[in-house]
């Protein structure tokens, strides 16, 4: 009973941070990159900002819409929320635990990609349109390389759910491996395409033909341009929070032992802020990709994935006979 | 005639004719599972002006006749029933690939009627896997099924994609599982899982690339046939290495694949007839904008297509789910050559799930969304209320298996048990009920944070379009060419993925490798044919003659020994 009323609070923490945290991350990065640029860059609380004041903007309706223009963005961000539920941030065991099955994930991340794509290809203009067909070219790819690390994180920890995966990996003495540091390397190219990152895409960018997330919000303004730019926080929380607690789940809480919460936040939130500089420092030093350029990094991803699960087997079979 | 019940193997059974001479039918918990499948889309298709045609009924009557048959020869007469029935539909839509089908058709049946006959082994299942693989459009001898199922009209389709393909898949199941139960091998379970994967593979990249919006749900259906020969396939090779429980989940991903498949598929079909209908068109290149004059149409293909895609919380997705499990649990133990076969396997698997989503954006996002590309498209009218009754009623079905699979998975529990006897059902890790809530909650509180924080001002514009301005007045909805078209969207994957699988051109391997070198045998016998046909008398005595002198010295030298 006490073991569930702790999970109910931690679960409210998480939520309570998850979504207050997610535009102040993506503030994070932006400053972090402008000032190793040499910029001053925009204030940590812009994101909120411009959050706030396309909230209070007039909605730009284009008249080629359809009737389900308005439906897109809630879509997409109920879907990315319900992931962000899903996800542990500072502790293991919230009440959502027994749902985060990884392959659950990947269906909730393709649903949010799926609306965001429709949402492109609403209006019927070009730009959209091709956002939304290189989008569904780097699906490809990310899903393949995701369902193979699937694999190798069950063989690991004998469990599907990303907080068994994570609990196992903190309790189990797991040990630094060949094949774990393989599924790193994939993990981190396809987080980089999902959040919509250089090498892959650039949030900063301004030219329509390279575009590929922002192209297809091209026709979106006001209050669902805000929904669909606080998913993309939130994507990028996620997926922070996503890799640190499968590869650096030390210090993470647990839900039943009240004295642990305190150094789980404090070490989410170091961990959150040098995935942010490692991001922005990962940025500044890489150019973007052309968009035909994209499919090969991914498929080095998708064959690192398969390499981390060979390896295991090889492991297994060494360490068997 | 004579007709009674009697009592066969703990299951009920129909015996109609002679005592002992007539035709016995019985049904048990699988055939009563695939009773339950056809069930719905007959209904749905029935209510379509296809229910006039006689050749439908007997299409029909063949189909649920294979499926209750308790013996050889009525499981072949329904069997043929259906292929002839079908045959002379699919001649009615059209003529060029009716002969294709007639000819994988009676492939399908000279493969299945010696292996009906033949003691369980090797051989016979080899046999039935070849009939019942063609028939269901299984890699390598796929090829028609993308020609063949979208001539008919949209019913005769839906019920072709959704029914037909199934009823091969029982045969499959009837005979590897239960009549062959005791000699299967697990080579059996390998090679269905081979030719399973290769059609999860060419089917989803098909579906993304093909134009025609019949033609993209038949390669679907590939899709969907090859996951559920994967599933199979996992079981029947568990089943043979005995792990009973991995073979029960697999078991349960196919079966609820076949269920979800069985519903979304003639929706979508009875739309894409209700779309040809309206626009004399099923191109997605001439269609666009359809969901402003029918928005009915529209949400039901919406919600086909979220089924098409395996999204959470849509139909397609507890079985996706099952079948993604089994497949880790597979690569879980064994050699570690079969332990990176399935490796490779789930590469393929999330690969095919990706094009799925792309495949069903691209039928929404360009046939239905976006500007029209034709006036006929922008000129569409709401279909008529039996088509949209049928898909209604699909759809409806389609929410128990995409909410509460936990409970579809309870009633498969007596045809698991039927299949592999002694084993126990895993629990389903995957609850929608719950995640539907979430999201609702979600998107709840989303809306009460712009009602209460955001203003809910807004204007009608002429869309932003990189800052183009307005189109003229004699272009109403601007020039169709700016915008994407289905061949457009699939560019990209047709650049990275396509070329390297199908080929610069764009051809079926099943066509290359298997369809035209049986076009140029064909070719070299007619030859043959005609030559011996022209031969002038005398070489016609000297044939003969030659004939007579070869059989001589046969019959001299067998003699003689």
Same mark, same amino acid.
């Not at chain 1, 635990?97 to 290809?121: C, E, H, K, Q, V």
């Not at chain 2, 048990?28 to 695939?34: C, E, R, Y």
């Not at chain 2, 079985?319 to 089994?326: D, I, N, Q, S, V």
């Given at each position: 009973?006490l073991?569930?009323?702790?999970a109910?609070i931690?679960t409210?923490?998480?939520?309570?941070l998850?979504?207050g945290l997610?535009?102040?991350?993506?503030?994070?990065?932006?400053?972090a990159?402008?000032?190793l640029?040499?910029?001053?860059?925009?204030p940590f609380?812009?994101?909120?900002?411009?959050?706030?004041k396309?909230? *209070?903007?007039?909605a730009?309706?284009?008249?080629t819409?359809?009737?389900?223009?308005?439906?897109?963005?809630?879509?997409?961000?109920s879907?990315?929320?319900?992931t962000?539920?899903?996800?542990?941030?500072?502790?293991?065991?919230l009440?959502?635990a027994?749902?985060s099955?990884?392959?659950?994930?990947?269906?909730l991340?393709?649903?949010? *990609?799926?609306a965001t794509?429709?949402?492109g290809?609403e209006?019927?203009?070009?730009?959209?349109g091709a956002g939304?067909?290189?989008?569904?070219?780097?699906?490809?790819?990310?899903?393949a390389a995701l369902?193979?690390?699937?694999?190798?994180?069950?063989?690991?920890?004998?469990?599907?759910?990303?907080?068994?995966?994570?609990?196992?990996?903190?309790?189990?003495?797991?040990?630094?491996?060949?094949s774990?540091?393989f599924a790193?390397?994939?993990?981190?190219?396809?987080?980089?395409t999902?959040t919509g990152?250089i090498?892959?895409?650039n949030?900063a960018?301004?030219?329509?033909?390279g575009?590929v997330?922002e192209?297809?919000?091209?026709?979106?303004?006001?209050?669902?341009?805000?929904?669909f730019?606080?998913?993309a926080?939130l *994507?990028?929380i996620i997926?922070?929070?996503l890799?640190?607690?499968i590869?650096?789940?030390f210090g993470l809480?647990n839900?039943?032992?009240?004295?642990?919460?305190p150094?789980g936040?404090?070490l989410?939130?170091?961990?959150?802020?040098?995935g942010?500089f490692?991001l922005a420092?990962?940025?500044?030093?890489?150019a973007?990709? *052309?968009?035909?350029?994209?499919?090969e990094?991914?498929?080095?991803?998708?064959l690192?994935g398969?390499?981390?699960?060979?390896?295991l087997?090889?492991?297994?079979?060494l360490?068997?006979? | 005639?004579?007709?009674?019940i009697?009592?066969?193997?703990? $299951?009920l059974?129909?015996?109609?004719?002679?005592?002992?001479h007539?035709l016995?039918l019985?049904?048990?918990?699988l055939?009563?599972?695939f009773?339950?499948i056809?069930?719905?889309? %007959?209904?749905?298709?029935?209510?379509?002006?296809?229910?006039?045609s006689?050749?439908?009924?007997l299409?029909?009557?063949?189909?649920?006749?294979a499926?209750?048959?308790?013996e050889?020869?009525?499981?072949?007469?329904?069997?043929?029933?259906?292929?002839?029935?079908?045959?002379?539909?699919?001649?009615r839509?059209d003529?060029?690939?009716?002969t294709?089908?007639?000819?994988v058709?009676?492939?399908?049946?000279?493969?299945i &009627?010696?292996?009906?006959?033949?003691?369980?082994?090797?051989?016979?299942?080899?046999?039935?896997l070849?009939?019942a693989?063609?028939?269901?459009g299984?890699a390598?001898?796929?090829a028609?099924?993308?020609?063949a199922h979208?001539a008919?009209s949209?019913?005769?389709?839906?019920?072709?994609?959704?029914?037909?393909?199934k009823?091969?898949?029982? %045969?499959?199941?009837?005979?590897?599982? %239960?009549?062959?139960?005791?000699a299967?091998q697990?080579?059996w379970?390998?090679?269905?899982?081979?030719?399973g994967?290769?059609?999860?593979?060419?089917?989803?990249?098909?579906?993304?690339l093909e134009?025609?919006?019949?033609?993209?749900l038949?390669?679907?259906?590939?899709?969907h046939?090859g996951?559920?020969?994967v599933?199979l396939?996992?079981?029947?090779?568990?089943?043979?290495?005995g792990?009973?429980?991995?073979a029960?989940?697999?078991?349960?991903?196919a079966?609820?694949?076949?269920?979800?498949?069985?519903?979304?598929?003639?929706?979508?079909f009875?739309?894409?007839?209700?779309?040809k209908h309206?626009t004399?068109?099923?191109s997605l290149?001439?269609?666009?904008g359809?969901i402003?004059?029918?928005p009915?149409?529209?949400?039901l293909?919406?919600?086909?297509?979220?089924?098409?895609?395996?999204l959470?919380?849509?139909?397609?997705f507890?079985?996706?789910f099952?079948?993604?499990?089994?497949?880790?649990n597979?690569?879980?133990?064994?050699?570690?050559?079969?332990?990176?076969?399935?490796?490779?396997?789930?590469?393929i698997l999330?690969?095919?799930?990706?094009l799925?989503?792309?495949a069903?954006?691209?039928?929404?996002g %360009?046939?239905?969304l976006?500007?029209?590309?034709?006036?006929?498209?922008?000129?569409?009218?709401?279909?008529d209320?039996p088509?949209?009754?049928?898909?209604?009623l699909?759809?409806?079905l389609?929410?128990?298996?995409?909410?509460f699979?936990?409970?579809?998975?309870?009633?498969l529990?007596?045809?698991?048990?039927?299949l592999?006897?002694d084993?126990?059902?895993?629990?389903l890790? $995957?609850?929608?009920?719950?995640?539907?809530? &979430?999201?609702?909650?979600?998107?709840?509180?989303?809306y009460?944070i712009l009602?209460? $924080?955001?203003t809910?001002?807004?204007r009608?514009?002429h869309a932003?379009?990189?800052?183009?301005?307005?189109p003229?007045?004699?272009?109403p909805?601007?020039?169709p060419?700016?915008?994407a078209t289905?061949?457009?969207?699939?560019?990209?994957v047709?650049?990275?993925?396509?070329?390297a699988i199908?080929?610069?051109?764009?051809?079926?391997?099943?066509?290359?490798y298997?369809?035209?070198?049986l076009?140029?045998?064909?070719?070299?016998f007619?030859?043959?044919?005609?030559?011996?046909?022209?031969?002038?008398?005398?070489?016609?005595?000297?044939?003969?003659?030659?004939?007579l002198?070869?059989?001589?010295a046969?019959?001299?030298f067998v003699q003689?020994?």
């Amino acid at each position: 009973m006490l073991h569930a009323l702790l999970a109910i609070i931690a679960t409210l923490i998480h939520i309570a941070l998850i979504f207050g945290l997610a535009p102040l991350l993506i503030g994070i990065v932006t400053k972090a990159r402008a000032r190793l640029l040499g910029r001053t860059g925009p204030p940590f609380l812009q994101p909120y900002r411009d959050l706030a004041k396309l909230l *209070r903007k007039t909605a730009l309706i284009p008249d080629t819409a359809t009737q389900f223009y308005k439906i897109w963005p809630f879509i997409t961000l109920s879907a990315t929320a319900v992931t962000a539920l899903l996800v542990p941030s500072f502790s293991f065991g919230l009440i959502t635990a027994p749902l985060s099955d990884f392959i659950t994930l990947i269906g909730l991340f393709a649903t949010a *990609r799926g609306a965001t794509m429709l949402a492109g290809l609403e209006t019927g203009f070009g730009f959209g349109g091709a956002g939304a067909a290189r989008d569904a070219l780097f699906s490809l790819f990310t899903e393949a390389a995701l369902l193979v690390l699937v694999l190798t994180f069950v063989l690991i920890a004998h469990s599907p759910t990303v907080d068994g995966i994570g609990t196992q990996f903190r309790d189990g003495h797991i040990g630094l491996s060949v094949s774990l540091g393989f599924a790193l390397a994939a993990m981190l190219c396809v987080a980089l395409t999902e959040t919509g990152r250089i090498p892959v895409d650039n949030p900063a960018g301004h030219l329509e033909l390279g575009m590929v997330h922002e192209a297809m919000l091209l026709e979106y303004s006001g209050r669902y341009l805000a929904m669909f730019h606080y998913a993309a926080a939130l *994507r990028l929380i996620i997926w922070v929070s996503l890799i640190s607690a499968i590869f650096l789940p030390f210090g993470l809480a647990n839900s039943a032992d009240i004295l642990s919460w305190p150094g789980g936040l404090i070490l989410w939130g170091l961990k959150l802020i040098i995935g942010a500089f490692a991001l922005a420092a990962f940025e500044v030093a890489t150019a973007k990709m *052309r968009v035909f350029r994209v499919p090969e990094f991914l498929g080095v991803a998708l064959l690192l994935g398969i390499l981390s699960s060979v390896f295991l087997f090889v492991a297994t079979k060494l360490g068997g006979s | 005639m004579v007709c009674y019940i009697r009592v066969v193997n703990q $299951y009920l059974a129909l015996s109609i004719g002679l005592p002992g001479h007539g035709l016995h039918l019985a049904y048990d918990p699988l055939a009563l599972l695939f009773l339950a499948i056809l069930t719905p889309q %007959i209904i749905a298709t029935a209510l379509g002006p296809d229910r006039k045609s006689v050749a439908y009924w007997l299409f029909v009557a063949g189909m649920v006749l294979a499926v209750l048959a308790a013996e050889a020869f009525p499981l072949l007469l329904g069997f043929e029933l259906m292929s002839a029935a079908s045959w002379l539909l699919v001649l009615r839509g059209d003529r060029k690939p009716a002969t294709l089908y007639a000819g994988v058709a009676m492939f399908s049946g000279a493969c299945i &009627l010696p292996a009906l006959f033949l003691p369980p082994g090797g051989i016979a299942f080899t046999l039935i896997l070849l009939g019942a693989g063609a028939k269901a459009g299984l890699a390598p001898l796929h090829a028609w099924l993308p020609r063949a199922h979208p001539a008919p009209s949209a019913g005769v389709s839906a019920l072709m994609s959704g029914g037909m393909v199934k009823v091969a898949l029982y %045969i499959l199941i009837r005979y590897g599982f %239960i009549v062959m139960g005791g000699a299967a091998q697990p080579w059996w379970g390998t090679a269905l899982i081979i030719a399973g994967a290769a059609s999860v593979l060419i089917g989803s990249l098909r579906a993304m690339l093909e134009v025609e919006l019949k033609t993209i749900l038949a390669c679907s259906t590939v899709e969907h046939v090859g996951l559920i020969a994967v599933g199979l396939g996992i079981a029947l090779r568990a089943k043979a290495l005995g792990d009973p429980s991995l073979a029960a989940l697999a078991l349960q991903g196919a079966l609820l694949c076949a269920i979800a498949h069985g519903l979304f598929k003639p929706l979508l079909f009875l739309g894409a007839g209700a779309v040809k209908h309206a626009t004399s068109t099923t191109s997605l290149d001439w269609l666009g904008g359809l969901i402003r004059g029918m928005p009915k149409l529209g949400g039901l293909m919406l919600a086909g297509c979220f089924g098409m895609a395996a999204l959470p919380l849509g139909p397609g997705f507890a079985p996706e789910f099952l079948l993604l499990h089994a497949v880790i649990n597979a690569a879980n133990t064994g050699e570690i050559i079969s332990r990176i076969g399935f490796t490779a396997l789930l590469a393929i698997l999330g690969l095919a799930a990706a094009l799925a989503l792309g495949a069903a954006v691209r039928i929404i996002g %360009i046939g239905f969304l976006g500007r029209p590309r034709s006036l006929r498209a922008a000129a569409a009218e709401e279909a008529d209320r039996p088509v949209l009754f049928g898909m209604g009623l699909l759809a409806v079905l389609c929410v128990p298996v995409a909410l509460f699979p936990g409970m579809i998975l309870l009633f498969l529990n007596p045809v698991i048990n039927q299949l592999i006897p002694d084993a126990e059902q895993p629990p389903l890790g $995957y609850a929608p009920a719950p995640l539907a809530l &979430l999201l609702l909650l979600a998107a709840g509180a989303s809306y009460a944070i712009l009602k209460r $924080y955001g203003t809910k001002a807004e204007r009608e514009v002429h869309a932003f379009n990189g800052g183009f301005g307005k189109p003229p007045a004699w272009l109403p909805f601007g020039d169709p060419i700016t915008q994407a078209t289905g061949t457009g969207f699939a560019e990209p994957v047709q650049r990275a993925l396509g070329r390297a699988i199908l080929g610069p051109k764009t051809i079926d391997p099943g066509e290359l490798y298997v369809l035209d070198p049986l076009r140029r045998l064909n070719v070299q016998f007619t030859r043959a044919a005609e030559r011996v046909r022209r031969a002038t008398i005398r070489q016609r005595l000297a044939f003969v003659f030659m004939a007579l002198v070869l059989f001589l010295a046969a019959l001299g030298f067998v003699q003689g020994t």
